[in-house]
């Protein structure tokens, strides 16, 4: 067994936090981009096209989270590397939820930083425990872990909320919101019929239409006045259902 050498752990820890970091914000990056691409779907009507983007766009995000996770846990190792650094042949309580997923999802990452530092956890607390681990024995690796590992197809009530949400934030009319429009609308002609004056409702504007203009898209404008902020904020509300 290698010995535990705790000047290697700790650095390897920094460099598992700055390479995850660096990931994730990659892997943001390329999500603004995706939801750009839905959002032209959608303004194209190529609905079918759009939903199988997000379903991959929710996988994702789901894995950002995983990898949010995953730093947290190495900058709680690095805040408590006391606990870490002593010679104990199980995790201190304080630390052992931290260690414990660590072993448990980095393989689930393409990290090779993590999984350096998953094998050197290995190897300081055994191959019994690290066994353990890996069977979930004893419930040792929290849900909010679990649930980010499980590859599952999103639901079609979720896909269509993503859609809805994404439709929103872009201002691109589509969904529920746009047939509830409509439907006003027909109200509306309705009554002015049967008050004497004959007038068209109003129609969903186009995007393109919109900004003809200065050619830039609504979703675009939308994207560069707050990034995106708020309705990363109701994604997550949504996946939390």
Known sequence: MIPWNAPKAKVQLRLSVQRLRTLQQKKEAQAKASRRDIATLLERGKI??????????????I?????ELLELYCELLLARFGLLDQNNRAPDPAIHE?????????????????QVLRDILMHKY?????????????????????RKLVVDAPSMELVDAYLRELAKGYGIPWGLDVAQDA?????????????????????????????AADALP??????EEDDFD??????????KR
């Not at 609504?218 to 994207?223: R, T």
């Not at 708020?230 to 996946?239: E, P, Q, T, V």
Request: proline share 3%.
């Open 48 to 61: 079918e096209t759009a939903r199988i983007k997000v379903e991959s766009l929710i996988n994702e995000d």
């Open 63 to 67: 894995h950002v989270e995983l990898l």
């Open 98 to 114: 931290g260690v414990s997923s660590i072993i448990y999802a980095a393989p689930r990452t393409e990290l090779k930083e993590l």
């Open 126 to 146: 055994g191959r019994e425990f690290s066994i353990g681990v890996m069977e979930n024995r004893n419930n040792c690796i929290t849900d909010r872990v679990l």
């Open 183 to 211: 439907g006003s609308g027909s109200d509306k002609v309705k009554e002015s019929k049967e008050g004497g004056e004959e007038r068209q409702p109003d129609e969903p504007s186009n995007v393109a239409n919109e900004e």
């Open 218 to 223: 609504v979703y675009k404008k939308v994207e």
């Open 230 to 239: 708020a309705l990363s904020k109701r994604f997550a509300a949504l996946k």
